[in-house]
């Protein structure tokens, strides 16, 4: 049927049945792998890195090659969009991501644009197509994308922030401004993710992570409206195999009933959230990915083991569940330990699923 | 009745029938006023504000000068119990808090006390005493502590955090030796808290800044249990008048029916949730203290008083609502802004109060 020969996170995103609960991690490549490690230091910087598709295909796969992972996600950076802008996209050591070139008036909001998928982000393509052929139907590759709320908030404050005061200052006393940024983030949003899938992408993710800073009314205007947009402007269909689409708000948890109205297969819970109580909440929907505390893996394999447990118990019988954490996985992690949380889910959840 | 001059505030906690709605702001003794910053600079350093109960008093006062406060809170430093407990805080520029001594292990933890309040922490009462002989009855003086959780992740961490990685490593691989540390300041915050009642604080608040961190189960395990411990070891009483207790987890919103639940007359709210949704849900339980997002006063005070009409209009008629931000002012904010606030909530509060 499918050329994948691991298909267990797809069949788990469109509620099929599965022999185990597929699981893949957020940032699973990245820096607590020393061959992480190894592969930036000959890049040099993070975003060569990420532009090299040769260097990006590198590390997608370097998880792989470690652990028996269900899905493969491309290596980039969630600031590739407002880079194909001309915002001027900088690593500053220990201070995170910035922009040379933020927006500040309406004459910068004006200058933006839908940057070219085969121009400016060429380079992104190269390395999902490349990743697709070395992966050779191994398991499916993700494509993925920072939602418009997200990528507006490093657009306007320049870089990471912690109260997000640029911003929303400027959602409140500017909304039609901001309006017409995240319009355009979300048309440039659909091409990229649709020209992701035409290159290889067997599913898409839509990372909201900064949607949680919102109230109820701000995030279905601001953020959920424009996902929204994102979800019913995409390729759900590839050469007759379906393209689930998993939408993620980070700290998101109270509008899970809003975020399953959206038209996606999928949802991300992070950690704060019961996944028992979750899948209550949003019923058959949609599927439910997560949700484990990053923070376990700091603790024992028989605590990994354990929560592990308690997680799977409390979603329960059958499919509709990918396991991951709730966040990406931090750079201090012991590599052993993600070891031993991917090994105890495949070898706990055989009991709910029937043969 | 009350020796004070303005109860609004502790009328609304106690779901009192009041003419306007009392608003007050966290942090509202802070960076955004000139006066508080020329105190500061008076002080030399921060902790030297803290512990000169002249200077906490006059910056204490100071919002009241400007602005129609319902209440004042005193100026203090939530890190007062762990340094009291000779952890060495100290604050770095532009870094926040530290500890030279943080809890590294069980000798560590073995070493915590439960310090003295007419010692180790007599200046916090010297300056809640002459706050109140200074308020002389003009509003009601709030006292506070942080929430048991929140100090240990500061003690832990031996600063401020991104991730909890070491403080939830603890939890999640000793959680015997977190619940000691949790055991040993939810017995000093009932005697730190009772002391600020016995030297004048007219109602509590206990703020569980990093309550929202946990997932659901942890939160009551490791946060709310205690809070729980404390409220159940207060004097709710002083001289005949009731003492209201107010707790706030900020990024708890979708725990509020079990915080509702532990005793507590009010609860704070974050800005991510509606607070007429939030009425609904704790029904008469409790009254609720919130919730505008703080950067809505980044914008103009036409657009705030439209906010303030909003929120108001959410929570409907009748008393129970003190009027708040969602999380303390920022240093940047316009002081004629935080005034525009202040007024609109007055003003625009009366008709849901019946004569």
Known sequence: MSHLKNDRFIRALLKQPVDQTPVWMMRQAGRYLPEYKATRAKAGDFLTLCKTPELATEVTIQPLDRYPLDAAILFSDILTIPDA???????SEGEGPKFSNP??????????????MTEELGYVMAAVNMIHRELDGRVPLIGFTGSPWTLATYMVEGGSSKDFGKVKGMMYDQPKMMHQILDVLAKTIIQYLNAQIEHGAEAVMIFDTWGGALSTRDYKDFSLNYMQQIVEGLNRE???????VIMFTKGGSQ??????DIGVDALGLDWTIDIGEARKRVGDKVALQGNMDPCVLYSTPERIREEVATIL???????GHVFNLGHGIHQHIDPENAGAFINA?????EPYHSK
Chains 1, 2 share one sequence.
């Open 85 to 91: 802008m001309n915002l001027g996209l900088y690593f």
């Open 313 to 319: 118990k409390s979603y329960g019988n059958g499919t």
């Open 255 to 260: 509008w899970l009933e809003a975020q399953a």
């Open 345 to 349: 889910v495949h070898e706990l959840s």
């Open 103 to 116: 927006i500040k008036s309406q004459a910068d909001v004006d200058k933006l644009f839908v940057p070219d």
């Open 238 to 244: 590839k050469d007759g195999k379906k393209i689930p």
